[in-house]
Every structure is written in structure tokens, then in C-alpha cells.
């Protein structure tokens, strides 16, 4: 590949990393505070937890399979920006890329987290249906 291929890959894999976390995040703000909120709502009106509850629990779930998948392909790209960052000799410190690693891929990172929440969530709807 020739220098001009390779800052187009870098500069395109930068940009589908940074579009991959406005989908999640943009997902997340309109999703999360749905599936939240419907927790409440079922505290409120009993004759609509079962709906309520599945709703919930689809969207939470088609928000953390979302994140997963977007985060899995931020994380294929982040490992070829950070092979252009060695193969331009940057040092972690100008390379931001490498810098942050692959955040989703730590043993406490984003992917577990998520599940975390899932299972709060899960709780949550458990303990709301059988009260």
C-alpha cells in the first residue's frame, strides 16, 4: 500500500470508531431511560407489567447486542490503526489509537459491564413481577 492508501484507511477507520460510539451512545440515550422508565410505569400499573416487562427487556437486550457487535468491529479496527500507529513509528503518546488499547476487550471493560447492567436489569424485572 502506498502512504496516501494507508492515511485513507487511518482516516476512515478513525471515523467508523468515532460513528460506531455515537450509534451506541445515541441508541443508549433513547433506549435506557425507556427500559428504566418501564420499571416504574409497571410499579404503577400492574395490569401492564407483563408487556411492560418484555418491552423492556427486548430493548435493553437489542441495545447490549447492538453495543457488542459495534464494539466488535470498533475493536477489528482499532487493531489495524494501531499496526499503521507501529508501522509509522509513533510513540504511544502520539498515537491515540494505542494509547487507549481496546477498551472493550479488558476484563472490566464495556462488554462485561453490559452484562452487568443486563443482569441488574433482569433483577430489577424479577423482583417488580413478583411483588
Not at 502506498?2 to 476512515?12: G, P
Not at 408487556?51 to 466488535?72: P, R
Amino acid at each position: 500500500m502506498t502512504d496516501s492508501h494507508i492515511d485513507t484507511v487511518y482516516t476512515e477507520g478513525s471515523s467508523w470508531i468515532r460513528l460506531a460510539n455515537i450509534i451506541v451512545w445515541s441508541m443508549a440515550a433513547v433506549i435506557l431511560p425507556i427500559a428504566i422508565s418501564s420499571i416504574g410505569l409497571a410499579a404503577m400499573y400492574p395490569q401492564h407489567r407483563p408487556f411492560l416487562a418484555f418491552g423492556s427487556i427486548y430493548l435493553f437486550g437489542v441495545w447490549i447486542y447492538l453495543s457488542i457487535y459495534y464494539g466488535s468491529t470498533a475493536t477489528n479496527t482499532r487493531k489495524v490503526l494501531m499496526r499503521i500507529e507501529e508501522e509509522w513509528k509513533l510513540s504511544p503518546d502520539e498515537g491515540y489509537i494505542r494509547a487507549q488499547g481496546l477498551p472493550g476487550m479488558r476484563v472490566y471493560g464495556l462488554n462485561t459491564v453490559l452484562c452487568l447492567m443486563f443482569f441488574v436489569f433482569l433483577g430489577a424485572w424479577i423482583y417488580v413481577l413478583t411483588v
